[in-house]
Nanobody, 115 residues
Framework: QVQLVESGGGLVQAGGSLRLSCAAS????????MGWYRQAPGKQRELVAT???????NYADSVKGRFTISRDNAKNTVYLQMNSLKPEDTAVYYC?????????WGQGTQVTVSS
């Protein structure tokens, strides 16, 4: 079994910053990709950013230049540093892990940006 535990969400004013963390435990392959997705009310879940175990990153256009994804392979943990937050960043943020054993999701953490 694989578990993903997210932390770091909360309420912040526009222009502020938050840092999300996601720790994976269980049967984790050394070759994988971890990432963050988000889902706002009434909208579909969308990709925010991903990072491979080799450090290759991918970002949604809407967050480029504001968000930074990173990971600690030794801790099986992925981070999302979110700066210059906007009200439209308000959503539930989900951690994701893709590996040969399957695809896994965290329970989600709420990020609310007030104007």
């Amino acid at each position: 079994q694989v578990q993903l535990v997210e932390s770091g969400g909360g309420l912040v004013q526009a222009g502020g910053s938050l840092r999300l963390s996601c720790a994976a435990s269980g049967r984790i392959s050394s070759i994988n990709a971890m990432g963050w997705y988000r889902q706002a009310p009434g909208k579909q879940r969308e990709l925010v950013a991903t990072i491979t175990n080799g450090g290759i990153t991918n970002y949604a256009d809407s967050v480029k230049g504001r968000f930074t994804i990173s990971r600690d392979n030794a801790k099986n943990t992925v981070y999302l540093q979110m700066n210059s937050l906007k009200p439209e960043d308000t959503a539930v943020y989900y951690c994701n892990l893709i590996q040969s054993y399957g695809t896994y999701w965290g329970q989600g953490t709420q990020v609310t940006v007030s104007s």
